[in-house]
């Protein structure tokens, strides 16, 4: 694809975005205002900004990235809108904060490449563990965490002279750090592990001291993570780790044990957490509980059989009905308004997403380049199936939330950094 074609990809989602705010608008018997000029133009200003740095400083970047992120942000957006103005706005200034991550992310490393993150691993491991405690500061500190739902996510920053306090999710950003530490440590060590030293039955390991700091970075983040009731991220991370030693080794001894281990750690959760006792049996059993666990799962099954093949229409569903429909439950509120149709073109975006990121680190020639844009595909790929999953009653709702469509700042410029690492690596990979 070519450069004028992602342009055009690019001004395409903006336009989506923008017809999408003005439906909503003649559904609720509005005229055309400015809130459909700013969503075009806040949409064509950030991904416009990100593709002018693509072609500043990674050049060769794949070109499939782009187009796709602002479809899904377009999508998740014109639902934000629907259900809640005010959050819609919040999410504008999030996403033009996000592209300019994005860009200084590009220009950071315009000279230097992404191989210069490997000599920061420690550094980075160490502030991303720093990231993940800092929800844990006193409520009394003028910077302090803040617990929402039954787990301790969230930084909330108290300013004078504002009506509400500024919040993010450092979690999201430390998941960026730790997958880079994962790519850095497992590409020097990938030769040494490969060879065999030890084996456990029909499977073979490598030393154990090769495998020490990593277990030592899982085992900080869960103990962590845990800690806070943060079981969506803990299950996201250990995938990561899990897929990143299959990775780097092509055991599947990581595989089979990480299933048994996730299977195990479910099992104590179920009876240590009362709030994972009520989504395991809001999961198995929702219209059972429906005045209670179960409500959210049942109002989300009634809005996506209501949605049909083509959906109700924008505007004209009840998304409003489904507690955490901008975060959550996001995808319940496209299959309502959206259908069979719109759903499956999410889909199709998140499978394009994670087949493009995959096919960059299989045409990378370096290995520490191999395993970033495995880990970080992985990490948009794994958060989408788990989010996915719980929505369509997979598996119990894990409360993190879906990839550039949810509401919420913080994982917003997360996967934007994400997206310009890929668009980094892909470039170099062609050098």
């Known amino acids: 694809m070519t450069r004028r074609a992602e342009a055009g990809l690019i001004a395409a989602a903006a336009l989506v975005a923008a017809v999408g705010v003005g439906i909503v608008e003649f559904t609720r018997g509005n005229w ?51 259900i809640d103005g005010d959050l819609a706005a919040v999410q504008r200034w999030s996403l033009l904060i996000a592209g300019g991550a994005a860009v200084g992310v590009l220009w950071v490393l315009r000279t230097s490449g992404v191989a210069v993150l490997r000599r920061y691993r420690y550094v980075l491991l160490a502030v991303g563990v720093g990231f993940l405690l800092l929800p844990l500061l006193p409520d009394a500190w003028p910077i302090h965490g803040a617990t929402v739902n039954g787990s301790r996510l969230w930084v909330r920053i108290d300013l004078p002279g504002l009506d509400r306090a500024l919040s993010f999710q450092p979690g999201e950003i430390a998941k960026v750090l730790i997958t880079i ?25 490598p030393e154990p001291r090769h495998l020490f700091p990593v277990f030592i970075a899982a085992g900080a983040a869960f103990a962590v993570l845990t800690y806070q009731r943060d079981l969506g991220a803990s299950l996201l991370l250990f995938g990561l780790f899990v897929a990143m030693l299959y990775i780097a080794t092509g055991r599947s001894f990581y595989v089979i044990s990480g299933g048994f281990i996730a299977i195990g750690a479910g099992l104590v959760a179920y009876g240590a957490f009362d709030h994972v006792q009520r989504r395991i049996e809001a999961w198995l059993d929702p219209f059972g509980h429906f005045s209670d666990a179960g409500y959210q799962t049942v109002q989300a099954l009634f809005a996506m059989g209501s949605g049909a093949l083509t959906g109700s229409g924008i505007g004209l569903g009840r998304p409003d009905l489904i507690p955490a429909a901008t975060t959550d439950f996001i995808f319940a509120a496209v299959a309502e308004e959206m259908g069979l149709a719109g759903s499956f073109a999410v889909l199709a975006g998140f499978a394009l997403l994670v087949a493009a990121g995959f096919g960059i680190a299989i045409r990378s020639r370096d290995r520490f380049r191999k395993y970033l844009a495995s880990g970080l595909t992985v990490v948009i790929g794994l958060q989408a199936f788990i989010i996915l999953a719980g929505v369509l009653r997979i598996m119990p709702i894990t409360g993190i939330t879906l990839p550039f469509m949810s509401y919420g700042g913080s994982s917003l410029v997360a996967n934007m950094v994400i997206l310009a690492l890929l668009l980094k690596v892909s470039d170099e990979e062609r050098v």
């Open 32 to 82: 055309l205002n400015a809130q459909v000029v700013v969503t075009f133009a806040v949409f064509a200003i950030t991904f416009g900004a990100v593709q002018v740095a693509v072609r500043l400083w990674a050049p060769g970047g794949s070109s499939l990235l782009l187009p796709t992120a602002a479809f899904l942000t377009a999508i998740g957006f014109i639902e934000i809108y629907r």
């Open 181 to 205: 530490f994962l790519a850095s440590y497992l590409a020097e060590r990938a030769e040494a592990m490969s060879t065999v030293h030890r084996k456990i039955g029909p499977f073979k390991l």
